[in-house]
């Protein structure tokens, strides 16, 4: 006799435990059912099978099934609805006890600030399934076979066109790389090079908390490059990288994460310089290139030199991170290098994604998009900062001109920062702050150094943004 049953295809039953134990074969029917739905194997509101198909399952007595089904129903375990079978009941949540030495528990966060995220609401399902059935309708059979592990051709041409026009790339579809984020660009880039011969890359002291992990996963180390008003202080690379074996810098230059800076042209200048003299390469993270607020986006640091600079782009601001699509415009000595790590980590990316993507930009759907959401995160960048002069006058918010975070500066003798995150738990709030944002290989921040926290204000759904804007304030006032 089969000691077990299916649920939903992947969710079993078992009668083993109750049969050792001692328990009849009704009895350890009953028990394996409160204990699947006491797990949460069995959700509330889970289908069961019919006694007849339990039955048949089970190798047991339809009539064992059916008064099992009966006691559970009695006990609250099941609920019994006409014409919908039986499922499991709703029983709420019950809450295990705590011992009484146990610490309060922070309440889990109701508004997330977190930087980077943009608000998924704006997603275009609308105009992303009109164009995946125009991209599917046209797409070439062997479009969904193994293809260019560098993506689809229709993807690469349309993001050369659109990166040209956008952000002033100068590149071409044969040296464009699709990826499954930056991330995942970053990571095949650093294994590239560190074959090469690198044996590290400079990163600024502030920046993408994870980037550090990517890089040093790869068996390189980073060096950190200091920051201020005019953003990375590339003129120092020749000082901090010498005798390094550094193969790459990696900048955030047209809005440096998460001070909000953007790098001045002479510190462009400089970066390329040093690749040039050193045979390495500048890595331009253009993380949230399109959205500008108050004058002309700043142009690609990439074109002052296609040759030394790789840029990378991603789709997870602009459109949403679960699409998993990146892209790098590479310089020809990369190409080759590059593309075979890609070939080592997966083959290729999606295919269906990649031509969706391709006709929403060659059909203007992307630029629409781009513009609106353009719009409603500046609405949400001006409601911020006018309700912190509000209510939080003593609150210095910068970093503010593009993107989709800003920069709290509070004021000296607050809390400090990992008193703050506790502050914002309680609060209900999911927030960074500087100090989560600092390069481990930069060290401790200096002596003095004011709190600041990070603030995503495109994150939240915008019924949610009005309270998370109240416990903002509340925060930044204790």
Known sequence: ?????????????????????????????????????????????????????????????????????????????LTARQG??????????????APPSAPARVPAARYDLMPGRPDLSLFPRTAWLAAGRRALATA????????????????????????????????????????????????LLCRALGERGARSVAVEEYGLPPQQEVITATGLRTVA???????????????????????????????????????????????????????????????????????QPVGALQALDPERVVYAGTASKSLAPGLRLGWLALPAELVEPVVRQKELADGQSGVTDQLTLAELIVSGGFDRHVRRCRLHYRRRRDRLVRTLAERAPEVEVTGIAAGLHAVLRLPAGSLSDGELLRQAGWLGLSLNTLTGCRTPSAGPAPAGTRSGLVIGYATPPEHAFQGALDALCTLARL
Request: aromatic fraction near 6%; include cysteine.
């Open 1 to 77: 006799m089969e000691s077990w049953a299916t649920f939903g295809g992947d969710l079993h039953l078992d009668l083993t435990a109750g049969r050792a134990g001692g328990l009849g074969l009704r009895a350890a029917l009953e028990e394996a059912v409160r204990e699947a739905a006491r797990s949460g194997r069995l959700p509330a509101g889970t289908r069961l099978p019919s006694s007849r198909v339990l039955a048949a399952d089970l190798g047991i007595a339809r009539n064992t099934v059916a008064e099992a089904y009966a006691q559970l129903t009695a006990e609250g375990w």
């Open 84 to 97: 919908s079978g039986t499922v499991v009941a709703d029983r709420g949540t019950v809450p295990a006890a």
């Open 140 to 187: 070439p059979h062997e479009a969904f076979g193994y293809t260019d592990p560098r993506g689809r051709i229709e993807l690469r041409r349309a993001l050369a066109d659109y990166l040209a026009r956008a952000r002033g790339v100068r590149t071409d579809p044969e040296r464009i790389l699709v990826c499954a984020g930056y991330q995942q660009g970053l990571g």
């Open 225 to 295: 490059v200091p920051l201020d008003g005019g953003g990375a202080r590339t003129e120092l690379l020749g000082e901090l990288t010498a005798g390094a074996g550094t193969g790459a810098v990696v900048l955030t230059a047209a809005h440096q994460y998460p001070t909000g800076v953007p790098l001045r042209p002479a510190r462009r200048a400089a970066a390329v310089a040093w690749a040039r003299e050193t045979g390495g390469f500048v890595v331009e993270d253009d993380y949230d290139g399109e959205f500008r607020y108050d004058r």
